[in-house]
């Protein structure tokens, strides 16, 4: 049961603030805190994690992660992990952007078991797309993601959409897509409903496997804010 739970760390996904096609404006913040239970295998655990980005330039954005996952019934499969990205645009127009990025990470809670719980390397590159649907602001964003560590690699597609319901309502999607060395297919899908009041978001979600190896469900919190 243990190698069958530390495997399925593997899979686990990314919440949808981490990464996304668009840089943040000169010296400003982006900050995301969330808290997710999980169900993992029929094991009931938490994730915490803290997302930060912050504008260098005009072109360039740094980004950061930490994250941690702790499952009371096995602990065993607990896990903490951290993330430092540079992230580039590329191009930018009246609705399309386009970014690349480079990091390193290290740690179980983030790039799973199997091996790439090793210190890695991540490469990324995306495209956003926003414009009105409907009479409503409506984005799309489609990212590929290469993953290396020395002992497994990781391949993943991620498409994201969401559409303003109200003046301050969000509702938004997102897809991953994985596959690569042993225990690396997952298909999940999350959704989440946004409130947005000034500069500070909080949000409800749920995620879901829709097509891996293990099964795994989770809801979570979320607040975000920009200064």
């Known amino acids: 049961m243990w190698g069958k739970v530390l495997a399925c760390l593997s899979v686990l996904p990314w919440s949808l603030a981490s990464a996304a096609p668009w840089v943040q404006p000169e010296e400003s913040y982006y900050a995301r ?4 239970h999980e169900s993992l295998e029929g094991n009931p655990g ?17 980004t950061s992660k930490t994250e941690t996952v702790r499952f009371s019934d096995a602990p065993l499969a607990d896990g903490d992990g951290l993330q430092l990205n540079l992230r580039r645009e590329r191009y930018r127009g009246p609705r399309l952007s386009v970014t690349a990025e480079i ?8 790039v799973g078991n199997n091996g790439c719980d090793t210190p890695g390397i991540e490469l990324r590159t995306g495209a956003g797309w ?14 590929l993601v290469r993953r290396e560590h020395e002992a497994c690699a990781r391949n993943r597609f991620e498409f994201g959409t969401g559409r303003k319901l109200s003046r301050s309502i969000w509702l938004s999607s997102q897809v991953w897509i994985e596959r690569g060395t ?9 959704t989440e409903v946004l409130w947005r009041y000034g500069r500070h978001d909080y949000a409800l979600g749920t995620r879901q496997e829709t097509g891996g190896l293990f099964e795994e469900t989770s ?8 200064f």
């Open 33 to 36: 805190t969330a808290l997710s």
């Open 46 to 62: 938490w994730r915490g994690d803290l997302y930060i980005e912050y504008g260098l330039t005009k072109t360039w954005t740094v």
């Open 103 to 110: 990091g390193a990470l290290q740690g179980r809670a983030i």
């Open 130 to 143: 926003s414009q009105k649907l409907f009479k409503q602001d409506a984005y799309f964003t489609g990212e």
């Open 182 to 190: 042993e225990g690396a297919r997952s298909d999940k899908i999350q």
């Open 219 to 226: 809801v979570y919190a979320a607040y975000a804010t920009r």
